[in-house]
């Protein structure tokens, strides 16, 4: 063989794979994919294993219902097992690190074996697209010691953004810091005891960026907002904030976004945000002691 001839075979060889890489192709369960990329030496998830991935979700009529590029930060997931046949979780497995794909997902199927109603914005007998770019695959180990020390990284960034802040708006001397990052300046003295963990609060909030633009807050609403302090009802920043003032005390909570919303974004608010809440504790009552729990948020519109 000349090396015209390998020249040539070798471009078929190509053009083939190329042909394979992007055609639709089926799984023995059903499933209908596209691969885009793939490494066959990158790491291949495996069930229990923690993805990440970015993903743009679309209906029938090619609307985005979801798109994690716009949103600032991928998806993460542990990995399980299918919850049926051909489900977006079974072709998860087929990914590894680097990799990009589109899934297919008969609409109807979906949402019958998840036992869901389906959305008005997805039509009966439509398809749903699934485009994925797997950012990485890490063991829970792995995971938990990158997300111990990115948290570690950001506190200090958050704790330079606080001091810059008060520096700022000359609210230095006034501040108190806590062992936790938490900073606290109050404005209007208030009296008598502080809300402990289990105490039923009734507080006024307004959420707000360093910058001043408000992204919540309960004067909006009309009412003060009712909770159970330390119940993990909110961030723990505020349950740590609340229980730091008397009944009728208004004051001002700097909160690291590692006792905020975290790395991850919530509604209006980026992933990362230090934030400040001007906080009013307009009267408390005892109750019982909270049960642990995760905590969860305030709020956010």
Same mark, same amino acid.
């Given at each position: ?19 394979? /890489?992007?055609?639709?192709q089926?799984?023995?369960?059903g499933? /209908?994919?596209?691969i885009?990329e793939?490494?066959?030496d ?5 069930? @229990? ?10 209906? @029938?009529?090619?609307?985005t ?11 993460k997931?542990?990995?399980q ?20 794909a589109?899934?297919?997902?008969? +609409? ?18 439509s398809?749903? &697209? ?8 890490l &063991? ?14 950001q506190?200090?960034i958050?704790?330079k ?28 003295? =208030? ?5 402990? +963990? ?8 307004t959420?707000?960026?360093?910058? @001043? ?8 609403? =009309? ?8 119940a =993990?009802?909110?961030?723990? =920043?505020?349950?740590? @904030? ?10 001002l ?7 905020? %919303?975290?790395?991850?974004? %919530? ?18 009552? /005892? ?12 709020? +956010? /519109?």
């Open positions: 063989m000349n090396l015209k001839t390998i020249g040539y075979a070798m471009g078929i060889t190509i053009l083939a794979a190329a042909c394979n /890489k992007y055609r639709t089926v799984t023995e369960s499933l /209908k994919y596209q885009f793939h490494d066959d990158a790491r291949k998830a495996k069930l @229990g294993d923690i993805m990440s991935f970015h993903m743009v979700l679309k209906n @029938g009529s090619d609307s219902l979801r798109d994690t590029y716009k949103e600032g930060n991928p998806y997931m542990v990995l097992a299918p919850q049926y046949k051909g489900s977006f979780e079974e072709g998860l497995t087929l990914l590894a690190t680097g990799d990009s589109k899934f297919m997902i008969n +609409a109807d199927t979906m949402f019958a074996k998840i036992g869901q109603p389906m959305p008005p914005m997805i039509k009966k007998g398809e749903l &697209t699934f485009t994925v770019k797997v950012v990485s695959v &063991t829970s180990e792995e995971f938990q010691k990158q997300q111990s020390e990115s948290a570690v990284k506190k200090a958050d704790a953004t606080i001091e810059a802040f008060l520096a700022k708006n000359n609210l230095k001397g006034k501040a108190r810091k806590t062992a936790s990052g938490l900073y606290y300046v109050p404005q209007v003295e =208030g009296a008598g005891a502080s809300p402990a +963990a289990g105490d039923n609060v009734k507080v006024h909030y959420g707000k960026f360093l910058d @001043g633009k408000e992204f919540d807050s309960s004067k909006n609403q =009309g009412k003060p907002l009712d909770l159970q302090v330390g =993990g009802m909110v961030i723990p =920043g505020w349950e740590e @904030g609340i229980m730091l003032m008397k009944k009728g005390e208004k004051g909570l700097l909160i690291p976004s590692g006792l905020a %919303y975290g790395p991850e974004a %919530y509604g209006p608010i980026p992933g990362n945000s230090v934030l400040q809440f001007e906080m009013e504790l307009i009267d408390f009552s /005892k109750g019982q002691a909270a049960p642990a729990g995760p905590p969860v948020a305030p709020p +956010a /519109k």
